[in-house]
T-cell receptor, first 115, second 109 residues
Framework: NAGVTQTPKFRVLKTGQSMTLLCAQD?????MYWYRQDPGMGLRLIHY???????AKGEVPDGYNVSRLKKQNFLLGLESAAPSQTSVYFC??????????????FGEGSRLTVL | GQNIDQPTEMTATEGAIVQINCTYQ??????LFWYQQHAGEAPTFLSY??LDGLEEKGRFSSFLSRSKGYSYLLLKELQMKDSASYLC??????????WGAGTKLIIKP
């Protein structure tokens, strides 16, 4: 049972470098999300997608880009990393259901440090 | 603005009962979720409430009062493995999930 898989799990970047986080889900879910989680704060939505080929901005989209070329994959890109982007990033997926979003299934998280 | 409030941290004893409260002020309401998150792990779904009342699922129960903008998660017969953070999240009128900062629950023997 793979569920939602994120790669890489850990990464250290220098300011200004770029990188891509990959999220893959094998549950045929329509919706996919990228969140960041910082100490003392709730999960904050970066970008989300309601279907293949579609993306939308969430609460904190600046400095990030996303793509969903295939239904099962959702990529998060950092164009020019900044120390403020040091965080734990979670990908999630769901099918429409309870509360419209349905139950979210999360990946294990990617811990990113920007020096 | 939209806001969800939960206590930052709570401590309880193994075998006891604990109630974790969540109050919300959101633009509309389309349901409330509770998730559990163990340290260093991903959140996992616990419960969903959209109508007033109590939903029971084993040792865990969740209550909702829409008129008061209030929910609680009740954990009975606490076990050490229940030590985790508990996240409250509300779906607003735009069907966006708004998350609380979470309540860290510490269980002592």
């Amino acid at each position: 049972n793979a569920g939602v898989t994120q790669t890489p799990k850990f990464r250290v970047l220098k300011t200004g470098q770029s990188m891509t986080l990959l999220c893959a889900q094998d549950m045929n879910h329509e919706y996919m999300y990228w969140y960041r989680q910082d100490p003392g704060m709730g999960l904050r939505l970066i970008h989300y997608s309601v279907g293949e080929g579609t993306t939308a901005k969430g609460e904190v989209p600046d400095g990030y880009n996303v793509s969903r070329l295939k239904k099962q994959n959702f990529l998060l890109g950092l164009e020019s990393a900044a120390p403020s982007q040091t965080s734990v990033y979670f990908c999630a997926s769901s099918s429409p259901g309870q509360g419209a979003t349905g139950e979210l299934f999360f990946g294990e998280g990617s811990r990113l440090t920007v020096l | 603005g939209q806001n969800i409030d939960q206590p930052t941290e709570m401590t309880a004893t193994e075998g006891a009962i604990v109630q974790i409260n969540c109050t919300y002020q959101t633009s509309g309401f389309n349901g409330l979720f509770w998730y559990q998150q163990h340290a260093g792990e991903a959140p996992t779904f616990l419960s969903y409430n959209v109508l007033d009342g109590l939903e029971e699922k084993g040792r865990f129960s969740s209550f909702l009062s829409r008129s008061k903008g209030y929910s609680y998660l009740l954990l009975k017969e606490l076990q050490m493995k229940d030590s985790a953070s508990y996240l409250c999240a509300v779906t607003d009128s735009n069907y966006q999930l708004i998350w609380g900062a979470g309540t860290k629950l510490i269980i002592k023997p």
